[in-house]
């Protein structure tokens, strides 16, 4: 582990969604106070939408982080569920038991904790991730739950979390009813390149480092190439760097260990691929087309030419240097699997 030989305290790039390590670009501070504002106002509703490995859940628990002692909170995560779930998961989630399955006695009791926490000057806030997920009706469910108030106030605030498709969704003439309720539409993009500079420092400080800078500033320069400006690539790159560099035992990472870094992660994108549409059993051998052994070699069994891969956007991060249009790269070679096995097993 490279904490020790780094001198960190703790992970400075994982992958759990660590408030304290939220970087405070200047999109996601505009969207935090957005969000804070909403919820002092009783707005009653609010919408945050990114594209994944944006920092989304970072942010939103930053946001609870800040409601502790003020509001009463409730994260849903799992979103596909119908309307009678939801209020039954909500209820949960605020620690309220529930046996009976009826929607009119789980609205009250529901109603029943808004009324409570309003009596003792609390708010109720509900965070909804991958709203994307949720069908109209469930949609319609929440939309109606933001009825409950009082002549004076909302008893109910809600922040809706999406991906783009879901600012789509209430872009429909069917969603109207929904989106007229929600005044502030936050939305995260991705890093500025100076900003992605101070993410890596800002993360590393975090953790406890307090020696020189540690990534060169060219190594800083292809990170931002390869990340895209994408905090979770940001987060792949640095481990995976970082990793490289304790077992080389270098004490700041160079632009070359980046490189092999990207092209370390793309052969573990090309791999999760080819696992995907052709699933292959463990010490299987495996025919290299067009790669003939040299004379007097063994050949050896690997995984063949890769072609026609369709790139997804996925928590690896993909690599913007060298990457012809025909992919045919094998991994035979003992340094090839060393480097897939530290790509998809950091």
Sequence with gaps: MFLKFYNLREQPFGTTPNPRFLYPSVVHREALASLICGIESNLGFAALVAEPGMGKTTLLFHVLTRLKNSARTAFLFETQCSSQSLLR???????????D?????????FKQVLCEESRMGRRVV?????AQNLDAKVLETVRLLSDFETPEAKLLHIILVGQPQFAKQLGCPKMS????????????RPLEPREVTEYVDHRLR?????????????????????????PRKINRICFNALSLGCALATKQIERSQIDEVGTDLDLGLLLNNVKASHPVSVGAAVSIPDVPPKAGETPTAGIGQVGNV??????????????PETIGRVVATTEDARRIQRCMFP
């Design 310 to 323: 369709t790139r997804t956007e996925n928590v690896i991060p993909q690599s913007t240097h060298a990457a």
């Design 89 to 99: 998961y909500l209820l949960a989630e605020l620690c309220v038991p529930t046996t």
């Design 206 to 230: 975090v953790a406890g480092y307090s020696g020189p800078q540690l990534f060169t500033t060219s190594a800083l320069e292809r990170i931002v190439e390869l990340s895209d400006g994408v």
């Design 126 to 130: 509900v965070i909804i991730d991958e």
């Design 177 to 188: 009813q929904l989106l007229q309720r929600i005044p502030m539409m936050n939305f995260l």
């Design 101 to 109: 399955p009826d929607p009119v006695v789980l609205h009250e009791k």
